[in-house]
């Protein structure tokens, strides 16, 4: 077995865990439609570190707010869930701006046997939390959302830059790095040819397209640029078109199931 595939025995079934692509699977549900989470039940943990963000990205579902998850919280979270998940995310808001991420990493490190992300936009992304990823085995998935003007338009803000500083940092300590793309109206062609460069460029394993959904500040119809996406797709441009089933738990301390 690679040894970038963990496996672990969940409850009757036994689960798979691809650390590359980021795909949780059992055998008997393995298919061909880019979904990320291939299983029955939730077996990944998504952990809302905090929901401060400095953003207004149109698709967002998280709710802003001032608060933070505190290291004690994190510990007890991981605690009970360590042993009943095959994935663990660190998200927010901006999961950066929360001041215990780097401890909160080397909480994660200590769990044997199991994935490792974060979802940022790279904001606030520094070269000592990736020298942290290096100890064990990462995944940070970047939210880009096409050119720079696109991206900015799209985040409400003036960042497009410190995204692609974040990519450099990690590129340069060879952690493995994931796109997160929205298919939002403002997005063209171009865009879209724009996110396979910076894919190459800088070594991306997954670029995922994201199909909006009418939730958060985006209340729109579909992409235009929806039908014709799968004209791009390979097996590391992919296309998530269903809902994670996936443990979610807020930095309010609210537990929800199946986001």
């Not at 998850?69 to 042993?83: A, K, P």
């Not at 409400?156 to 493995?176: D, F, M, P, T, V």
């Amino acid at each position: 077995m690679s040894a970038y595939l963990l496996k672990r025995n969940l409850g009757d079934k036994e689960i798979f865990y691809n650390q590359i692509t980021d795909v949780l699977y059992e055998k008997d549900l393995i298919t061909f439609d880019y979904n990320r989470t291939l299983v029955k039940n939730p077996c990944d943990l998504c952990i809302e570190v905090t929901n401060k963000c400095l953003f207004s990205c149109k698709n967002c579902y998280c709710e802003k707010g001032n608060d933070v998850l505190s290291l004690d919280q994190f510990d007890e979270i991981v605690g009970l869930y360590q042993d009943k998940v095959m994935r663990i995310c660190i998200s927010g808001g901006e999961p950066t701006l929360n001041p215990y991420l780097q401890k909160m990493v080397g909480r994660l490190n200590a769990v044997k046997n199991i994935g490792r992300i974060l979802s940022t936009t790279g904001w606030n992304f520094t070269e000592e939390l990736a020298s942290l990823m290096r100890d064990s085995f990462w995944t940070v998935a970047i939210s880009l959302h096409g050119k720079k003007e696109t991206h900015n338009q799209y985040v409400g803000a003036n960042i497009y830059e410190r995204s692609l500083k974040a990519l450099e940092i990690l590129l340069k300590h060879g952690i493995n790095i994931h796109l997160y793309s929205v298919l939002h109206n403002a997005m063209t062609i171009e865009d879209i040819e724009h996110l396979i460069e910076i894919k190459q460029q800088y070594h991306v394993s997954v670029l995922r397209f994201i199909k909006i959904r009418k939730f958060g500040l985006y209340q729109s119809e579909q992409s235009k640029i929806e039908s014709i996406i799968e004209k791009y797709l390979s097996d590391d441009i992919v296309y998530k078109k269903e809902k994670s089933n996936t443990f979610f738990v807020s930095a309010k301390m609210q537990k929800r199931m199946a986001r």
